[in-house]
């Protein structure tokens, strides 16, 4: 049983970033009056940039070409440590999250580094402004994880997501983490109101400015890497939400998970829709609003446990 959920697992890790993706850009769509490109467009569009040959600057280094790889080896490792259908993971160790924590803050660094490496000033002021909101939201995501550990009892990611909504003070937990994560995913897969992946506008980019001079496999590495972050980020979304107990109904929930991944995909879109892009200097404030609300979690959980309901 183990080995098919860990099969599983690796198969929606390694195969819904697409249709997830595919989902936020039609309800995005959709909503304008259009009719949007196919789910599955995603998958049409990494073939292309797979079949090209890129072009390097004369004064890169091979950071350049890492960058790409660095971020995507580490998005998939993590993307094992973190529960995406349900209770569990296939590789799971005491305080892992803090490793799921660690291995993205190594890529983002990775990309970051890729781009100092093409001495272009305009690639670092995308990595200045990447290294500033990381700087907020990494905090808020560890106030988060540790709230949930504390609340859970439980060391392992896998087991952090069954605080549930039975009482007022595991609502209020539930709540605040959830804002707390779904800013998150805002910020790590550069959506609005934190940052727009169509956008061209010099002035506001952040992550696109960042691999600008990325073409052909590796920018595909970059965006499919980018769709498997918010497929881990909406599983988290969707694992706190899930009212269905794993270990009475294992198939129930598995399709429950997967239908609250496609809501919060739908959600993301929705917001992306209906929520103006933030300008840079209020970026900061809405990460701290998620820290804050992380924060709030964590009050609640000292009262629930401390004999509060």
């Known amino acids: 049983m183990t080995a098919l959920l860990a099969v599983a697992h690796l198969l929606a890790l390694l195969v819904l970033p697409i249709p997830l993706i595919g989902l936020v850009n039609r309800t995005r769509a959709i909503w304008a009056g259009r009719k949007g490109p196919r789910i599955l467009q995603g998958f049409s569009d990494l073939r292309?940039?797979?079949?090209?040959?890129?072009?390097?600057?004369?004064?890169?280094?091979?950071?350049?070409?890492?960058?790409?790889?660095?971020?995507?080896?580490?998005t998939l490792v993590a993307g094992l440590l973190a529960p995406l259908l349900g209770p569990f993971a296939p590789v799971g160790f005491a305080y892992d999250f803090v490793a799921f924590a660690y291995l993205w803050g190594l890529g983002?660094?990775?990309?970051?580094?890729?781009?100092?490496?093409?001495?272009s000033s305009f690639e670092g002021m995308g990595a200045s402004r990447e290294a500033t909101y990381a700087a907020?939201?990494?905090?808020?995501?560890?106030?988060?994880?540790?709230?949930?550990?504390?609340?859970?009892?439980?060391?392992?990611?896998?087991?952090l997501?069954?605080?549930?909504?039975?009482?007022?003070?595991?609502?209020?937990v539930s709540l605040g983490v959830l804002v707390t994560l779904f800013v998150l995913l805002q910020v790590e897969?550069?959506?609005?109101?934190?940052?727009?992946p169509a956008t061209h506008l010099e002035l506001t980019m952040i992550h696109e400015v960042m691999i600008l001079d990325h073409a052909g496999p590796e920018l595909a590495a970059v965006q499919y890497a980018t769709a498997v972050k918010l497929t881990v980020a909406a599983g988290l979304v969707a694992g706190l939400?899930?009212?269905?107990?794993?270990?009475?109904?294992?198939?129930?929930a598995v399709a429950v998970q997967l239908a609250l991944l496609a809501a919060v995909a739908v959600a993301v879109g929705l917001v992306e829709s209906?929520?103006?892009?933030?300008?840079?200097?209020?970026?900061?404030?809405y990460?701290?609003?998620?820290?804050?609300?992380?924060?709030?979690?964590?009050?609640?959980?000292?009262?629930?446990?401390?004999?509060?309901?």
């Open 48 to 74: 292309r940039l797979l079949r090209k040959r890129p072009v390097y600057s004369a004064v890169t280094t091979p950071i350049f070409v890492a960058g790409p790889l660095v971020l995507l080896a580490t």
């Open 108 to 119: 983002r660094m990775s990309l970051m580094l890729s781009a100092l490496d093409t001495g």
């Open 161 to 172: 997501l069954g605080v549930g909504f039975g009482s007022p003070a595991q609502a209020v």
């Open 274 to 285: 209906l929520v103006a892009r933030l300008k840079l200097r209020a970026v900061p404030q």
């Open 189 to 196: 897969t550069a959506r609005v109101p934190v940052d727009d």
């Open 287 to 309: 990460v701290l609003a998620g820290g804050i609300s992380a924060a709030l979690a964590l009050l609640a959980t000292a009262w629930w446990q401390g004999g509060g309901r």
């Open 136 to 159: 907020f939201v990494e905090p808020a995501l560890f106030l988060a994880l540790g709230t949930l550990a504390a609340a859970t009892g439980r060391t392992s990611f896998a087991g």
């Open 241 to 252: 939400l899930n009212p269905v107990r794993a270990a009475d109904h294992p198939l129930l």
